[in-house]
């Protein structure tokens, strides 16, 4: 089992920054790639970057240039940092990670950004 704890979100101000991050913890060496997903209210959950164990990361079109996945191995963490933030980034974020052909999810923080 893969345990995911978020942290990080908050209220902010457009065009502020937020950095979340995501400790990882379990059967963490069976890990092949960890990501962040978003869901704005009545909206489905979308995915806005993903890592792999090997360092190779994508971003949503919506976030590319504003928000960078990044890991930190000797911490078991990955982060999101997210930059010129925007009122229709605001959402609960949650941190995912797949593990021996299973999804693991973390609770989720919320983000806030107003006008």
């Known amino acids: 089992q893969v345990q995911l704890v978020e942290s990080g979100g908050g209220l902010v101000q457009a065009g502020g920054s937020l950095r979340l991050s995501c400790a990882a913890s379990?059967?963490?060496?069976?890990?092949?790639?960890m990501g962040w997903y978003r869901q704005a209210p009545g909206k489905q959950r979308e995915l806005v970057a993903t890592?792999?164990?090997?360092?190779?990361?994508k971003h949503a079109a919506s976030v590319k240039g504003r928000f960078t996945i990044s890991s930190d191995n000797a911490k078991n963490t990955v982060y999101l940092q997210m930059n010129s933030l925007k009122p229709e980034d605001t959402a609960v974020y949650y941190c995912a990670a797949s593990s021996l052909g299973n999804d693991h999810w973390g609770q989720g923080t919320q983000v806030t950004v107003s006008s």
């Open positions: 379990g059967s963490i060496f069976s890990i092949t790639a």
């Open positions: 890592i792999t164990s090997r360092g190779g990361t």
